[in-house]
């Protein structure tokens, strides 16, 4: 069973930077994808990224690449969700989660319907 446990998030001043991270067990091969959505309060879900574990190829929704940053140093380390520059506006719990991959898939998907196993999610209030 796939499981994912968030970690990093807080509260931060505006413009700060944050890095949450994302570890994944249960995970028997390395074909697999981590994505990182956030949900904001009366908002839906929405996704930023994610990476393909298997290439390490990230993927993110255009309005995201800006400000935010998925990365992993190596398959058996955590996911990384790097936040720069963080508005008022970002605040909202943070969310990884794990999605496996076709054998000649490519790019990890960016919607969260994609994704079927979920952390618990991070809290992060982005507040002076």
């Known amino acids: 069973q796939v499981q994912l446990v968030e970690s990093g998030g807080g509260l931060v001043q505006p413009g700060g930077t944050l890095r949450l991270s994302c570890t994944v067990s249960?995970?028997?091969?390395?074909?697999?994808?981590i994505g990182w959505f956030r949900q904001a309060p009366g908002k839906e879900r929405e996704g930023i990224s994610c990476?393909?574990?298997?290439?390490?190829?990230?993927n993110s929704i255009d309005s995201m690449k800006a400000r935010f940053q998925v990365s992993q140093e190596d398959v058996k380390k955590p996911v990384y969700l790097h936040i720069f520059g963080l508005k008022t506006e970002d605040t909202a719990v943070y969310y990884c989660?794990?999605?496996?991959?076709?054998?000649?898939?490519?790019?990890?998907?960016?919607?969260?319907?994609?994704?079927?196993?979920w952390g618990q999610g991070t809290q992060v209030t982005v507040s002076s």
């Open positions: 249960g995970v028997a091969a390395e074909d697999y994808a």
């Open positions: 989660a794990a999605a496996r991959l076709g054998t000649y898939q490519v790019l990890c998907p960016t919607a969260h319907s994609a994704y079927p196993s």
């Open positions: 990476i393909n574990v298997r290439n390490g190829l990230p």
